[in-house]
């Protein structure tokens, strides 16, 4: 047994008066006592002073394939099998050393996160293998171009049969993909609607990669359970009408807004190009995604990491702070990255709070991010299953 104590603390969902003290076995929590409780005779304490104790973060929208290069996506169809492994074992390292102990994949090239990367050292993953995407649509060099109503059941069918966690659906195009439009849907109502039935009909979520304003209808109308990006695009920039985002939150859709951007990294051709059509700027996005969290929709935080520079794993902590920008309380917004975003992926039976029986995923950062969210950048230690993560050279 291994105990972690610390004088102020988060457990997922509120903060916990005066600390706590974490018990670990085998990998799991097994106790959570107030800070000043009695450690059992002979077990080992790490106690940092000046840190918080809060669960280990939840990135909910994650590419393990990407290695945060300039061509990060486009080079995949070149990369051999070894090559992909380790960038995702790369990949995993730097998001544990952030303090990610679990990731959502949503989207891999070959299946390779779905194959061959879900267990092991690197943080607890829950993998949607090559997302379906339309004939030459957005990432179609992930393997998952698929065209018509049976093609698509068939496709999800494939995804449940090889074990995937998560059924992902591009809806619109992607800036990433030149050759797509971010304005333009991708796939027609009736497909939509079959990838929700068939998905449900085998027990598995899907969630919806989608800018335009017309494909976040669409995929609202399909019962999706998660909008990733829902970004409301227009022609004239973004626009949620608020009757949307009222259907988005009694539907109890997740949204995961994928903020968090590397300020010292220029955006990306292409998205400099989109950002030039709409006029479309940071602030009016972080504008836009206010206007979701005050209509009540279910905000879970994703940094869409891996695909750029701007987009590098582990960018999550500023995720965070982008979220508390638009106006979400910082409870809300650890919540966005810890509980919440745990059950939105599926894994609120395993992580994303302090509670005895869930995995030992632990974050020990210096500050306090319930007064301070930049705190969450100071990681001074991070436990995945019970392990402690050593820190990156």
Sequence with gaps: MHAYRADAAYDGERRLPG??????????IVGVEPAAAAVPDGCPVTSLPGTTLLPGLVDAHAHLCGDSGPRALDQLPELSDDQLDATIRTAGAHQLAAGVTAVRDLGDARWAVVDRHREGSGPTVVASGPPLTSVQGHCWFMGGEV????????AVRERYERGADVVKVM????????????????????????????????????????????????????GVDGIEHCSCFTAAGFR????????????????CPTLGRNLDAPPPPQVLAVMARTGMTWEARLAQVA?????????????????????????MPVA??????????????????TSAAADACGLGHRTGRLRAGLDADLLLVTGDPMLDVDALRAVALVVSRGRHVPPEP
């Design 171 to 222: 809806a619109s195009g992607g800036a990433m993909t030149t050759t797509t439009d971010v304005l333009a849907c991708q796939f027609t109502s009736e497909e939509l609607r079959a990838a929700c039935d068939e998905a449900h009909r085998w027990g598995l979520p899907v969630t919806a990669h989608a800018h335009a304003l017309a494909a976040v209808e669409q995929v609202v109308d399909a």
């Design 147 to 154: 065209s018509g109503v049976d093609a698509v059941r068939r």
């Design 19 to 28: 600390g706590a003290l974490v018990l670990v076995e085998d990998g799991r």
């Design 291 to 315: 206007e979701l969290h005050r209509a009540g929709v279910t905000l879970v935080s994703g940094g869409d990491s891996g695909i750029s520079p701007g987009k590098p794993h582990g960018v």
């Design 320 to 337: 965070v702070s982008d979220l508390v920008q638009c106006g979400v309380p910082p409870s809300a917004a650890l919540a966005s990255a």
């Design 240 to 255: 949620t009408p608020p009757q949307l985002a009222e259907r988005i939150a009694a539907a109890g859709i997740a949204v």
